[in-house]
């Protein structure tokens, strides 16, 4: 059970954490939080502890997770391939690096919506990806809701690929979904659109890589479990503590106030932290860091979590500003 616990926290301290973003610029009202089928089981997939390295390959190289890491899914998911569906919105909505959505217009002027996410993590779909869709191993699952959920395997250990969710009530939905995840499926092994690397920017990191083992260790304790979460987010646990690392976009609003009830904290060397401790059963200490900010308000941030059961007690925000201490000196400089 406590296993079981352990992960379903550090999958809502992602949630909690998360920023919203659209491409190409930012968007303050889109949550990054996934709509998942009902029966879908919240995991996160185990990696090589020592390295951070899966030990499988990508089944093309155009799918290695340091080429998808730098896609745009906004620019990927195009105007051009959303217009034979209809008439897309002209805005895009997305939230982290990896996911983008445009809420459009079938042709009948009826509602139809298309998110699409790179490198998405996946848990049960691997076992039963039985189709096929543009060469790869697919699954597809459709909701009484009118949604469907398709997602394309681009690599097995550990299992990631490309996902794409349709919100279609007055026509079928896995058809949309399919037929545009075939598209964009062909445009990224082509020749893919990829984001401008700003200075100071984390996109390219291997978030499970980049910390030492000396800082893991103090964060979460002597023999802690890694989990990868996707292209950009990375956790270790052990019985009591839970650490998360998360790279991603951000709306930054002004006066950097990510959360009403934050504490400014000084990690050294003028950098600033904002903490906010969230006294819940599963207390967690939520760590941002600001890398790069636009004059749009578009940013990039860290973020670290350390949470644990309440009984166990120790200094979670203590935690997180030691690992985030050690970690800032290792990230690209603005």
Not at 142 to 169: H, W
Not at 178 to 195: A, F, G
Not at 289 to 307: C, F, M, Q, R, Y
Request: with cysteine.
């Amino acid at each position: 059970m406590s296993r079981i616990r352990a992960v379903l926290a550090i999958a809502a301290a992602l949630v909690t954490l998360a920023g919203c973003a659209s491409g190409p610029g930012l968007d303050k009202h889109v949550s990054n939080r996934r709509t998942v089928p009902a029966n879908a089981a919240n995991t996160a997939n185990t990696v090589d502890p020592t390295s951070g390295q899966s030990s499988g390959k990508p089944v093309d190289p155009a799918f290695a997770v340091e080429k998808l890491r730098l896609v745009d899914p906004c620019k990927l998911m195009s105007k051009d391939l959303l217009e034979p569906f209809g008439k897309p919105d002209t805005r895009y909505s997305g939230s982290a690096y990896t996911r983008c959505s445009n809420y459009m217009k079938d042709t009948s002027g009826k509602d139809l919506n298309f998110s699409v996410e790179v490198g998405y993590q996946m848990s049960y779909e691997l076992s039963k990806a039985t189709k096929q869709l543009a060469g790869l191993k697919s699954y597809e699952q459709k909701l009484d809701s009118g949604a469907c959920f398709i997602s394309a395997i681009t690599q097995e250990n550990p299992p990631i690929g490309v996902r794409m969710q349709v919100g279609y009530k007055t026509g079928d939905a896995c058809e949309a979904g399919r037929k545009l995840l075939e598209s964009v499926i062909k445009k990224l092994k082509s020749n893919p659109p990829k984001y401008t690397v700003k200075k100071g920017s984390p996109i390219e990191l291997d978030p499970c890589t980049v910390p030492d083992q000396a800082a893991i260790k103090e964060g979460s304790g002597e023999g802690a479990r890694m989990l990868l979460y996707g292209l950009h987010s990375c956790g270790w646990n052990t019985r009591t503590v839970n650490l998360t690392l998360d790279f991603r976009l951000t709306y930054v609003p002004k006066d950097n106030k990510f959360d009403d009830k934050q504490t400014e904290v000084d990690l050294g060397n003028g950098v600033k932290g904002y903490q906010t401790l969230q006294e819940t059963a599963y207390p967690t200490c939520n760590l941002l860091v600001l890398l790069t900010k636009d004059g749009n308000g578009n940013g990039e941030v860290v973020a670290i979590s350390v949470a644990g059961s309440k009984e166990d007690q120790f200094d979670r925000c203590a935690k997180a500003q030691a690992f985030a201490k050690a970690l800032l000196p290792k990230l690209p400089k603005a």
